[in-house]
Structures are given as structure tokens and as C-alpha cells.
């Protein structure tokens, strides 16, 4: 198997770990009405955008702006991410349905000054610990695929450098020996 093969296998096994963990970690899956359940909706929505997020943060985000010194369109897309990620599974499903500790709080009005709306729109939804775990896992295996990349063509080149020693050496002594020859006049 090669190693391109081995990475899609290891990437393939790995999402489908990680969109089983809602199915495991549900309280209801014994029930076998699981798509039924609004709070397994909602994670399992979630998981999902956060599979997305990994894979264009990943294949996208990280080579494109990151690694192109396009740091600000990086961070912004980043937080465009995150907001997306944790009130779209909201929008889809809203909130009906859903025991009342369960529902995410409503939004601010203006009489309550102690919370405002950036503050909120993080509280809303997914879990910044989530995603952030996928935002640094996603990361750190492009910068370790890169460093690996760059490792693989530094010594690439090492070895076409010594190669490159090597061929003048050879053409120089060759040519010393045939003077040589020439110099005692040699038949051969």
C-alpha cells in the first residue's frame, strides 16, 4: 500500500471516528429513533461542520492564506468558521423541541448591559473547546506534513549536491590520468 493510500485511509477512519463519537457519547442510541432526537441533531450537525471545518482548514485555509503570509484573511476566515459552526445547527433545527436547560440563551436586550453580543454569539451553539481541538489538530498535521516536505527536499538536495561533487572529481581525474598517458607516451 502506498503512502498516499495509507494517509486517505488513515483520514477516511479517522472522520468516521469522529462522526461516531455523537452516536456513542448520545444517551438515546439504545432507543433506535436517534435521527428523532433534537439534541442528537444538533451534535451530529455540529460534528459534521467541524469535519468540514478540518478538512478546508486543513486542505485550504492553512496553504492558501496561512503559509502565503495572508495572515488576516486567515484569522478572519477562522472566526467566519466558528460563527457559522456554532449557530447554523441552531438555524437548521431551531429550538423547539428541546428541554429548556438545554436551549442556548437568548439573545441579549438592551437592559442587560452586562452582556453583549460578540460574547453571546460565542456562547451560542458549538463549543469553542471543540472547536478549537479541531482548529489545532488540523493545524499542527499541515505544519508537520510541511515540515516533513521540506525535510524530504532538503536532503534531496544534499544528495544531488554531493552527486554533483562527486562528477567533477571523477571527469578531473580521468582527464589527469589520460595526461599522464600522454606524457610518457603510452600506447594506451
Known amino acids: 500500500m502506498t503512502k498516499k493510500a ?7 477512519l479517522g472522520a468516521l471516528l469522529f462522526l461516531s463519537i455523537p452516536i456513542l457519547a448520545s444517551p438515546d442510541r439504545t432507543s433506535g ?6 439534541p442528537f441533531r444538533r451534535h451530529f450537525i455540529s460534528y459534521i461542520l467541524l469535519l468540514l471545518f478540518f478538512y478546508a482548514n486543513y486542505l485550504y485555509f492553512i496553504p492558501k492564506l496561512y503559509f502565503k503570509q495572508q495572515r488576516l484573511f486567515f484569522f478572519l476566515a477562522i472566526i467566519a468558521c466558528y460563527i457559522i459552526i456554532a449557530s447554523l445547527p441552531g438555524i437548521l433545527l431551531g429550538h423547539e423541541d428541546m428541554p429548556r436547560h438545554m436551549q442556548a440563551p437568548p439573545l441579549p436586550d438592551m437592559q442587560n448591559p452586562g452582556i453583549t453580543f460578540p ?4 456562547l451560542r451553539g458549538g463549543s469553542i473547546f471543540q472547536f478549537l481541538l479541531v482548529f489545532f489538530l488540523s493545524f499542527l498535521m499541515r505544519v508537520n506534513q510541511r515540515l516533513n516536505t521540506i525535510q524530504s527536499e532538503k536532503l534531496k538536495t544534499e544528495v544531488s549536491y554531493l552527486k554533483a561533487q562527486i562528477n567533477p572529481h571523477f571527469l578531473f581525474n580521468t582527464l589527469n590520468s589520460l595526461y599522464a598517458l600522454t606524457l610518457e607516451r603510452s600506447d594506451a
Open 6 to 12: 495509507q494517509t486517505n485511509l488513515l483520514h477516511i
Open 119 to 122: 460574547v453571546m454569539m460565542f
Open 33 to 38: 429513533h436517534l435521527l428523532h432526537v433534537m
